[in-house]
Each structure stands twice: as structure tokens, then as C-alpha cells.
């Protein structure tokens, strides 16, 4: 299988020069660059992980969403409603459930309302909207393809425990009063459920199988195209210093870069991909990642329209905290 992905990776590599050759040579240029080690190596390196991550994607996602199927929002919410959700149970459940349910800083603002509206605790609520952006099937599927099941399995667990701990940690502190009060009054009615054919689960998972990589597919191409300049042209030594385990510093300044910046996971594990080849630690490298896709600054201003200043402080303090934690903890166990 892999064998047919390099063959076919290697044909696209010599199409893809073959083009950029003619349009230097269209100008009288020599394209001296193309002869060169690093290029063919960023070139294959791109094609190779794009086959691979797009082949996972389709299949893992489709699979996924079949299983999404059977939790619609309307679902999600009466679950975590319940009284059985309640408590250290209800973070957990609520975090598992955030995994399988199609939600982004996006959709945060609604998300939140309904589950507010239908009397979930704020502390449950907080561990699904951290679990869903961060732990979705798009992060766990690249990660086993870039890094394997093992690392995607342990960031799996570690995003899992950010969202039950935070979600705690914020239920705990009694913060309901710091939102906004047209937010804290809604309160949601029944909602009949229905119950998809499984012809009907198929043909929606197909669609939204589709339409996610309609949505991420320039997100990928973009984290490849930087992963590929990285892994060709990247100084691995002055990475190595500044980012490397001898900077213990490292990890925090890794979480302050990934706030200003919007991205999800497919954009940025290709670069983290290579960034770990460079010397840069498998925990630093992550927690960056953990910091662009659940505490980018954008999510921030989309939340304050459902939060006072206190509560989103809060928030925020906690997560860059927690990520910190788990950065420092990827580096010392791997």
C-alpha cells in the first residue's frame, strides 16, 4: 500500500517540476534550485503526506461520521441535560461526547447557547466546546498518520483530560453570574428527535465527509506547503537551540505564539510534523498546536459576545495553564 503511495507521489513530483521548469524556461530562466537534494526532498515529502493524510481523512471521517449520526445536537443536549450527567461524571461525558460532534470557535457562540439554554452546568458546557475543536477526528487521524497510533492516542488522553479538568476547575469557581444576561435567561424547549434510516446515516456521512474537505482541504494543503519548506530548508540547529529541552522556556513561549494565530488541526500538524524533525520536542511542538486550536484569539472575541471579561479571563488562564502542563508532560515522557 505504501509502496502504490510513494509510486504515485514520485509521478506527481515529476509532473509537478516538469511544470515548473516550463514556466522558468518560458522566461529564459534556469530553475537551478529544482536539481537540488532539499527541493526533491520537500517536493516528495509534500506529495507523500498529502496521498496519505487525504486517503485517512476519507475513510476515518466517513467511519466517524457514522457513528456522529447517532449523537445530533438535539441528542447531545438531553444527555448532557440529564441529571446522570451531572458532576465529575458529566465533565467526562460531556468531553467524550465534544470527540464525535462537528463543532469549531465558528459555531462556539450557538453552541454555547443552546447548551445554557437547556440547563446544562456551565462547567460540562465549558468541557464539551474544549473537547470538540481540540480533540476532533481530523487532529487523531493526522497525528496517526504523521506520528502514529501511539502519539495519537496520547494526545487523545491529554486533550481529554484539558477539557474534564478546566471544565471542573470552572464549574467549581460558580462563575454562571460572569455571563451575559441575555445568555443566562434563554431557555430551550423540547425538540423532537428523529431517528435516520441507516441508508440516511450512510448518505450524510458521505456528504459531510465531502463537505469537510471542501471546508479543511486548503487548511491542509497550506500546513503541507509549510511543513515541505521546513523540511527542506529549515535551519534544524538554530531550532534546536531555542526550542530544543535545553530551553526550558520553551513550552510557554510555544502557547503565547499559537494565540494570536487561527488555524485548526489540519493546518498546523504538518508544520508540527516537521518542526519535531528539526529538534524541536514532541510536548513543545503540541502545545503550540493545543494554543491555535483552542485558544486562538479569534475563538476569544467570537466567546466575549457570551461572556463578561471575568469569565473569558478565567478561561483562558486556565487553558494556557493546563496546555502548558501537557506540553511539559509530552517531553518528559516521550
Not at 100 to 116: D, H, L, Q, W
Request: aromatic residues 14%; hydrophobic residues 55%.
Amino acid at each position: 500500500m505504501f509502496s502504490a503511495i510513494v509510486w504515485l507521489a514520485n509521478i506527481f513530483s515529476y509532473l509537478f517540476t516538469t511544470l515548473i521548469r516550463w514556466i522558468f524556461n518560458l522566461f529564459s530562466i534556469t530553475p537551478v534550485f529544482l536539481d537540488s537534494a532539499r527541493y526533491k526532498e520537500s517536493v516528495q515529502f509534500f506529495f507523500t503526506d498529502t496521498i496519505v493524510i487525504f486517503l485517512m481523512l476519507i475513510i476515518i471521517v466517513f467511519i466517524v461520521s457514522i457513528i456522529r449520526s447517532f449523537f445530533p445536537p438535539e441528542k447531545t443536549r438531553k444527555l448532557l441535560g440529564e441529571g446522570k450527567a451531572r458532576g465529575f461524571i458529566g465533565n467526562i461525558f460531556a468531553a467524550l461526547l465534544g470527540t464525535v460532534t462537528p463543532f469549531c470557535s465558528c459555531s462556539a457562540v450557538p453552541v454555547f447557547i443552546g447548551f445554557i439554554g437547556a440547563g446544562i452546568p456551565l462547567g460540562v458546557t465549558f468541557s464539551f466546546l474544549i473537547s470538540s475543536p481540540m480533540v476532533n477526528e481530523v487532529a487523531v487521524i493526522m497525528l496517526w498518520g504523521l506520528f502514529g497510533w501511539k502519539i495519537a492516542l496520547l494526545y487523545m488522553a491529554t486533550g481529554l483530560t484539558v477539557a474534564v479538568v478546566a471544565g471542573i476547575i470552572i464549574g467549581k469557581l460558580k462563575m454562571e453570574r460572569y455571563l451575559e444576561e441575555d445568555v443566562y435567561n434563554i431557555k430551550m424547549g423540547e425538540v423532537e428527535i428523529e431517528k435516520p434510516t441507516w441508508k440516511q446515516r450512510i448518505l450524510d456521512a458521505w456528504n459531510y465527509d465531502l463537505n469537510l474537505l471542501k471546508q479543511i482541504w486548503p487548511y491542509v494543503i497550506i500546513g503541507l506547503t509549510i511543513g515541505a519548506a521546513i523540511h527542506g530548508w529549515a535551519p534544524g540547529d538554530w531550532l534546536a537551540k531555542y526550542a530544543g529541552r535545553s530551553n526550558p522556556l520553551a513550552v510557554p513561549v510555544a502557547v503565547l505564539l499559537g494565540i494570536p494565530l487561527y488555524s485548526n488541526a489540519a493546518g498546523t500538524l504538518p508544520i508540527v510534523s516537521e518542526l519535531t524533525k528539526l529538534g524541536v520536542p514532541m510536548g513543545t511542538a503540541l502545545a503550540f498546536m493545543m494554543a491555535v486550536t483552542a485558544l486562538s484569539l479569534p475563538e476569544m472575541i467570537i466567546l466575549r459576545k457570551v461572556m463578561k471579561p471575568k469569565l473569558l479571563a478565567v478561561f483562558v488562564g486556565i487553558m494556557a495553564i493546563t496546555i502548558i502542563f501537557i506540553g511539559y508532560f509530552f517531553n518528559i515522557v516521550l
